[in-house]
């Protein structure tokens, strides 16, 4: 319970440095631990996904203002955007003509399903 109120990524590093109790040694609501995990992850693609969509949204911002461009890097857009809940950084931007690339990073251990390796790759036009 304590990384409950913590943001996702570092939860992710508290948890993975605490050494597992052994067998029958849970505490009380000891079974509930692998549930709570799986609800923090859940609620880490959500976040992920809300900050995903500021992120295609202000680089449209700054595209409509300047000619139909995006920026080259994301911190031009000029407004605040927050970091990957997953990894605590910035989120993967590349810019190419009139199209952008945006990627969000997986949780630990989920590197290979589809849901936790969002990709956005947006055209834009005039």
Same mark, same amino acid.
């Given at each position: 319970?304590? +990384?409950?109120?913590?943001?996702?990524?570092?939860?992710?590093?508290?948890?993975?440095?605490?050494?597992?109790?052994?067998?029958?040694? *849970?505490?009380?609501?000891?079974?509930?631990?692998?549930?709570?995990?799986?609800?923090?992850?859940?609620?880490?693609?959500?976040?992920?996904?809300?900050?995903?969509?500021?992120?295609? *949204?202000?680089?449209?911002?700054?595209?409509?203002?300047?000619?139909?461009?995006?920026?080259?890097?994301?911190?031009?857009?000029? +407004?605040?955007?927050?970091?990957?809940?997953?990894?605590?950084?910035?989120?993967?931007?590349?810019?190419?003509?009139?199209?952008?690339?945006?990627?969000?990073?997986?949780?630990?251990?989920? *590197?290979?399903?589809?849901?936790?390796?969002?990709?956005?790759? +947006?055209?834009?036009?005039?």
């Amino acid at each position: 319970m304590k +990384v409950a109120k913590l943001p996702v990524w570092q939860g992710e590093e508290l948890l993975a440095r605490m050494k597992p109790r052994g067998k029958g040694d *849970e505490g009380l609501l000891g079974f509930l631990v692998p549930a709570l995990h799986k609800i923090r992850i859940a609620q880490g693609r959500l976040e992920q996904r809300i900050a995903l969509l500021r992120h295609v *949204e202000a680089v449209r911002m700054y595209a409509a203002a300047n000619g139909g461009k995006p920026p080259a890097k994301l911190a031009d857009c000029g +407004v605040p955007l927050p970091n990957d809940p997953f990894t605590g950084k910035p989120f993967r931007y590349e810019a190419a003509g009139d199209s952008f690339h945006l990627r969000g990073g997986p949780p630990h251990g989920l *590197e290979k399903v589809p849901a936790y390796n969002l990709h956005y790759h +947006v055209s834009l036009r005039k």
